[in-house]
């Protein structure tokens, strides 16, 4: 067994477990800290695919700034620990449905999608993946700038104090 | 320069017989991690920490620590010694398993961050040289905001609670105009890869065409460890101690560490990035014998230690409690002999950066020593509309002047130096509203 | 005086005050989201509360919505103990009051049982009143900038103001032979003459070398733009709020008031020195500060004329007769000087033993604290911090 | 002053502030230090410092007036007369230090000439690891008063102690000889000295 192989079992074990760590736990601040346990595992398989740079965006973007912002919002909340309810939601026979519709979607597209494998590793992902950003998928790129701009917008028109 | 015996050779050698060849990359990663941790991190932890309180206390001309080993250097090992003796408190409501890991996630990236540095010229000097170094540094740096509230939060403490809202707020607004800052020299070089960063500064060290980008990354980096003008979080007056109010021992101890490993690493970084790493100042582009880069280097560091030396003996004099100067001395004479040694066989580039590193470290003690705290909303200002702003102008600049040619990066710091000019020459004799009353 | 005040009742019955630092005041009724207010305590054991002062504190986020002080942690009933004591006896007691000045604290119950016994004091025991209490200024005042520094998280400026203030225990432990229960200023003068020969080289060395000192340290501080930035607007007290609210001190004279017991009810050897009486018409935070520091630059005024003097006075008797074992007749009297932190007064009655029959302390200190919940709300808990270190509080001194 | 410049001159004030202040440590970094490595150095005492009250049994006179004097009560003295004279001598001192406040009231009380039997001393370090070691009897009392120097030589202070004295009287009784008052004006009447000293007990 090669190091890779181990290493993308132990990651693949530890995506799932935290993923359902995530979704069980009752205490709110424990399942964002799953989550990123989770982050770090996706992180760790962009490494075993070599792409190094996808790998150290996951981890500044998903696991240093957006579940601090999660954190930040669930230790202002008052019940962290969720309290008597079941940890289902009521809906959850329709959300069910819908996850597995996915599910059934996504692996419909992994079974019948033709994959380039390649032995070889691009030469520089980082390069690659900066000009396909500006180049092909620019239009793309820009539109999700645009939405984040929107939406910083927003936040800022809702947390503005009227009176200060 | 490459050992002869390198460490992939022990581990491949000693995996072999048990067929477990493939996993030696790994075992090399942990291995290097190991070593970083316990022969670099540690011992210059120690020292800084002791160097800190040494420098605090000339500036408010005390002695700081005298009693343990020579001019008390080994103050900071009784210190952890005690630490560790100390009764391990868990608060009555707190979350046990978030209260015992948060140390960890401060601290555990503080090291980590070390991978990607090039502490040297060649490969031997860098755990993994990451294409994408920069974006890793910034990657790791940023967990430690997790650590740090998710401390403030399982404390069940109003006061770490405070601390930790405050600090996560602070981290998440001045990673902007630091990464801002950090954007200058990999444009400048062409690479996100720190090596490659250093190797492109042999001429001129990024520095000079990005001062205002080295002054914003300062700043920021302050901010981002909570360092004295913007030590918010662990505000002592105000929060008690902020988020780390309930820690007692050695998880306090770890806090402790990280904080003292990141304003290393900061120091460090600003080395790297914009005072040419291993490169000597005007002697960059001349080829040079490593005879004569040892010597340089031995003179440097020969002023750094007998500096403090001098100073040290200046206010103690001969008393008593000096009476094991000599192994002072003792142990002057073996750093110098090691770095003499450490010339001739290579190492020369790694002792230069880090002395100026150890500069950069005493820049922050000065700071330490002189300035009073900012409040958190000025904090807040300070960053968002002075040096974000700033940021961007500099990196707009720079960015132009590497898509056309232009030189406005240049000339933008240019203006920058003919300003701080101007601050020193003439606005220094200004007296001020404030300075004399009635 | 101005006796008006801007003080109005709103009809939840909070009690607001109209500054200009109150006017920005945020409540949580703001938001339209229902948000909590968090309750924390400042103290007794803050690292920035000046002692054992208990904040009841409400805070919406970082601003403070609510300040409530709560004291009595070092209370020990020094007026009843008082009761029990001889007049001379009792004077070693109020060492223990104001400890940061406790010259000031002599010299008040010294003052008072004087005033109610007739006593004269005689005029050299006057002159080495002045200048213990002067040189007690200058160190208790030293302390509360030092740590005002530290209270803004600045470390050096504390340990040069306490350099400075050492040298001063140091005279001061020549004079009377301890540092900070001095017991020096008696009930009908003073312990013993001032010392010769050493002393008076040290006392004139330091006169000469504090001013430069001083400015250097307050460079560190009022200098520098983030000190200002921390201080100027900060924790602003209308004149009219100071004088309705009793306070005195550096308190009333930072919101423009010039009053100082020196001046409007002089006693001692006062009314023949020349200082000013230092004030600034802003009542901020930094207007408290820069009081206390322009005050340590006239106490050093008063001392170079003191060291003049003591070269015109002769030394000679320096306790009155009959002051170890006075006994007034029946009576009250008050009196009060002017310690580092206001007016300090000591109300006296006697029934004609030779023990008070009543003593009230009339700490300066107490009366300061309590006009900070009506200029601690609005702010933040930072600048809470600054406020209560601006206010300067001794709690020997509060809680008595 | 428009806003362009109110910012220029703002960051001005806050550069050259700031680099005002480095400036101030930075000279304070080269000059002497103020401190004392205490244990190793030992502070100097001036003459007038009032450490821990030490006691010479055989000069006192027990008269009470420190007893009375004191504020708070930490002397316990008690004596008796010798036998068939107008002296007295101690038979128990205590001092609880643990109270004591070292305001020097029971020195200034004391009466005996030319040294007085109860002085504060230059001692000044009280820790102790048991409460009880803080009741100070005779035996460490003399030692603390011998820890200070004293300007008159020994024979001279001890040449008029009590029991001295009522020795001579004891011997001029046994001449036959009406006991004179001569040896007893060296030692002021206890009487009158209490009254002086205030009277705390009564």
Known sequence: MSAHQLAFLVLGVLILVSALMVVTVRNLVHAALFLILCFAGVAGLYVLLQAEFLAVAQVLIYIGAITVLILFGIMLTRKITGGAQPPLASHWKAAGAGAGAFLLLLLYVAMTGQWQVSDQPPMDSTTTLGLALVTRYVLPFELASVVLLAALVGAVLLARDETR | ???????????????????????????????????????????????????????????????????????????????????????????????????????????????????????????????????????????????????????????????????????????????????????????????????????????????????????????????????????????????????????????????????????????????????????????????????????????????????????????????????????????????????????????ISVVITLVKTSLLVFVLMWLRGTLPRVRVDQLMSFGWKALVPLGLVNFLALAFQAATGIPTGWVLNLLFFVFVGWLLLFAWRKRWAYSAVS | MATETKQTSEPDGVLRLGGPGLAAEPTGDIHEIETDHLEVSMGPQHPSTHGVLRLKVKLDGEWVTEVQPEIGYLHRGVEKIAENRTYFQFLTITDRLDYVAAMACNAAYAVAVEKLAGLTVPPRAELCRVIVQELDRIASHLVSVGTYGLDLGATSPFIYAFRDRETILDLLEMVCGARLTYSYIRVGGVARDLPEGEWRTRFRQFLDEFPPMLDEQDTLLSENEIFLLRTRGVGVLPPEVAVNYGTSGPVLRGSGVAYDVRRSKPYGLYPQLDFNVVTRPTGDCLARYQVRVEEMRQSVKILRQCDQLLDEIPPGEVLAKGARGVKPAAGEAYASVESPRGEMGVYLISDGSNKPYRLKWRSPSFVNLSVLSAIGRGWKVADLVAIIGSIDPVFGDVDR | MGLFGRLVDDLVNTFVSILKGHQVTWRNLWRERVTLQYPNERPKLPERYRGLPGLHPELCIVCGACAKACPVQVINIQGRKIAGTRHRELVRYQLEAGRCMFCGLCEEACPTKPVKAIRLSNTFELAVADKSALVLEIPQLLEIWKSKPVEVPEEQYLAATPKKLAAQELAKQAEGEKPKAEGAEAAPRPKRVAAEGGPAGG
């Open chain 2, 1 to 347: 320069m490459n050992l002869p015996i390198t460490l992939t050779g022990i581990v491949e050698g000693a995996l072999a017989p048990l067929g477990l060849q493939g996993l030696t990359p790994l075992v090399v990663y942990l291995l290097d991690a190991l070593i970083i941790l316990l022969l670099l991190i540690m011992p210059v932890v120690t020292i800084l920490i002791w160097l800190l309180r040494k420098m605090l206390g000339f500036i408010q001309r005390r002695l700081g620590p005298m009693r343990v080993g020579p001019f008390g250097v080994l103050q900071t090992i009784a210190d952890a010694v005690k630490l560790f003796h100390k009764e391990d408190l868990f608060p009555a409501n707190a979350d046990r398993v978030v209260f015992a890991l948060a140390p960890f996630l401060v601290f555990v990236p503080a090291v980590l961050v070390y991978v990607v540095i090039p502490f040297g010229q060649g490969d031997g000097f860098v755990t993994k040289d990451l294409s994408v170094g920069l974006v890793y540094l910034t990657a790791v740096t940023s967990i430690s905001a997790i650590g740090i509230i998710t401390a403030g939060w399982s404390s069940d403490n109003k006061w770490s609670l405070l601390g930790g809202l405050r600090s996560a707020a602070q981290l998440v607004s001045y990673e902007l105009p630091m990464t801002l800052a950090l954007l200058g020299p990999p444009l400048m070089a062409g690479t996100l890869s720190l090596s490659g960063i250093v190797a492109a500064q042999q001429s001129v060290w990024f520095v000079v065409p990005q001062a205002l980008g080295f002054l914003i990354y300062f700043i920021a980096a302050l901010a981002e460890i909570a360092h004295l003008p913007f030590d918010l979080p662990e505000a002592e007056s105000e929060l008690v101690a902020g988020y780390n109010v309930e820690y007692s021992g050695m998880r306090f101890g770890l806090f402790f560490l990280g904080e003292f490993a990141n304003s290393f690493t900061i120091c460090l970084v600003a080395t790297v990035l914009f005072l040419g790493g291993w490169h000597l100042p005007f002697l960059g582009g001349l080829p040079l014998t490593s005879w004569q880069t040892g010597l340089a280097t031995v003179a440097t560091m020969a002023l750094l230690g007998g500096g403090i030396w001098y100073l040290n003996w200046r206010r103690a004099g001969w008393t008593s409690a000096t009476r094991w100067h000599w192994l002072g001395y003792v142990s002057a004479a073996i750093l110098a002999a090691i770095v003499l040694v450490a010339g001739l066989v290579g190492f």
